[in-house]
């Protein structure tokens, strides 16, 4: 996947699941995300995961288990992240393989990136490319 520089990013998309366990099985078997954490709550909910992937990071839990960002999240819709991987072709392999729902196959663009985009389980549009601007320090 993309350089792992270590660090800790500054932006974290969050996203909540009705099945929090089976969203890190797809984002991890499929997509290649690194499971860091996860606290589940005495009842089996993910109260929070953190994935990884390259030098980035997404958290992760269940809804409807209650909290001020539960509640400000009720009734979000689907969100889409898009995360840079150094072999498209191969990533997308790998999400076929583990029957990923794929919106749009690798596609070269007249940006220069090279990109996917396929659906998780609950809806959620992840894009996967080559495509990363540097960002001045």
């Known amino acids: 996947m993309a350089g792992t520089s270590g ?7 969050t996203l909540l699941y009705a099945d929090a366990k089976a969203a ?9 995300f690194t499971e860091l954490s996860v606290y589940e709550g005495e009842d089996g909910s993910v109260m929070h995961a953190e994935l990884t992937q390259g030098n980035g990071a997404v958290m992760v839990g269940t809804k409807g288990r209650g909290g001020v960002f539960d509640a400000a999240m009720k009734g979000s819709g689907s969100t889409g992240v898009y995360v840079v991987v150094d072999d498209v072709d191969a990533h997308h392999r790998r999400a076929v393989d583990h029957g990923a729902e794929v919106l749009m196959p690798p596609t070269d663009q007249d940006y220069g990136s090279r990109d996917y985009m396929a659906r998780d389980l609950e809806g959620n549009v992840w894009s ?3 495509y990363a ?3 001045a320090a």
């Open 24 to 32: 890190i099985r797809q984002l991890t078997e499929a997509f290649g």
């Open 7 to 13: 660090g800790r990013p500054s932006i974290y998309p």
């Open 128 to 130: 996967f490319g080559t």
């Open 133 to 135: 601007p540097e960002i």
